[in-house]
Every structure is written in C-alpha cells, then in structure tokens.
C-alpha cells in the first residue's frame, strides 16, 4: 500500500514538472558559436599536373649532399654465446664412474578394481627421474600394458617411491632408472 501511494505521488511530481517546462527546448543547440560564424577559410591549392614535381612531395627543400652520408651509430658487439644446457640428468647406462637410483621404499601398486574385474595384465615399463634428493620429480611410460588404468596405477604408484640418488664423484646426483611393474590379473 505504502509502495503504490509513492509510486503515485512520484508520477504526479514528474507530470506536473513536465507540464512546467514543456515549452522550454532544453535540448536544442544554440546557433552556431561566434568564432565560426564570420571566419573565412582559404581554398586547398590545386593539385600539379600529371609529370611536374616540385622536387619533393612534402615541398620542403631538398637535403644536401652530406646528408647522404650514413649517420652516425652505436656499434654493438656481437652477443655472448650462452653455454648449452646440460642434460639434468645421464641415463643410468652413461653414469661412469658413479652408481644409478636404487629404490629403497617402493610399496606395490594396488591393482585397478576394474582391470581386475576385466581380466586386465600386463607389464607397464616406466622411466623414473630421481632428484639428488632421491623424489621423483618426473615419471615417463616408456612401454604400455595395452591398459590406460595400469599404466596409470603404475605411474602413481612410482612417484610415491623414495630412492637412493644417483652418485657421481661420491656426490649425490639427479639420475634415471627404468622400473618394470607386472600385472598379473590371473593371481
């Protein structure tokens, strides 16, 4: 109730405003300001006929011969060659002189409930890459079981794993070990 007598008394307000100023044209632009009015513009000159050139386009004189000269610049000395980046880390088979990853915690993955029920084997062979702290930081399937959900349950299970680091120098390395996990749904 209290809405729609605001409501009436606003539409009556804006009426009777309305009805005030009608006659008035707020909205209408003034004449011309005072400056344009009187102000008289020179023509564009004439385009030069087709062939004649006053020696420039732009009209201004036209630059000497020592301008024709190369400018003086700032020579720089050719880049430093970086040095390539080294490999993080050598496979085991080129660790001379050092010793490969060794697993020391290297629980079993738990077999997919659904492989199992589908009958699914097979061996995931998995490239392990061992910080010098001995964590994995990258796992890479080098050869697949056929099935998405062990090679999946064999990458997982692997980055859980804790190593002894690569050695080289009897200082602790980043390295690689490859680590075949079987499957044998039969068991």
């Known amino acids: 109730m209290y809405l729609a007598?605001?409501?009436?008394?606003?539409l009556l307000l804006f009426l009777a405003l309305w009805w005030r100023?009608?006659?008035?044209?707020?909205?209408r632009a003034d004449?011309?300001?005072?400056?344009?009015?009187g102000q008289q513009f020179e023509p564009l000159p004439a385009p030069l006929p087709a062939g004649e050139s006053p020696g420039n386009a732009s009209g201004l004189e036209e630059p000497s011969d020592t301008a024709s000269q190369p400018a003086p610049h700032i020579v720089?000395?050719?880049?430093?060659?970086r040095p390539l980046p080294t490999p993080?880390?050598?496979?085991?088979?080129?660790?001379?002189?050092?010793?490969?990853?060794?697993?020391?915690?290297?629980?079993?993955?738990?077999?997919?409930?659904?492989?199992?029920?589908?009958g699914e084997s097979g061996t995931v062979l998995l490239r392990v890459h061992v910080g010098?702290?001995?964590?994995?930081?990258?796992?890479?399937?080098?050869?697949s079981s056929r099935s998405r959900a062990l090679d999946r349950a064999a990458s997982d299970?692997?980055?859980?794993?804790?190593?002894?680091?690569?050695?080289r120098g009897g200082q602790p390395v980043p390295g690689e070990v490859q680590v075949p996990i079987s499957f044998n749904a039969d068991r």
């Open 5 to 10: 007598a605001a409501f009436a008394i606003g």
């Open 21 to 27: 100023d009608r006659g008035n044209d707020f909205y």
């Open 31 to 37: 004449s011309l300001p005072p400056a344009v009015e």
């Open 76 to 81: 720089q000395p050719p880049p430093v060659p």
């Open 88 to 118: 993080a880390a050598p496979p085991a088979a080129e660790m001379a002189g050092g010793t490969a990853p060794q697993p020391i915690q290297s629980p079993a993955p738990s077999y997919p409930a659904q492989a199992l029920r589908n």
């Open 132 to 143: 010098a702290d001995g964590i994995p930081y990258d796992v890479d399937l080098v050869q």
């Open 157 to 167: 299970a692997v980055r859980g794993w804790r190593f002894r680091p690569a050695t």
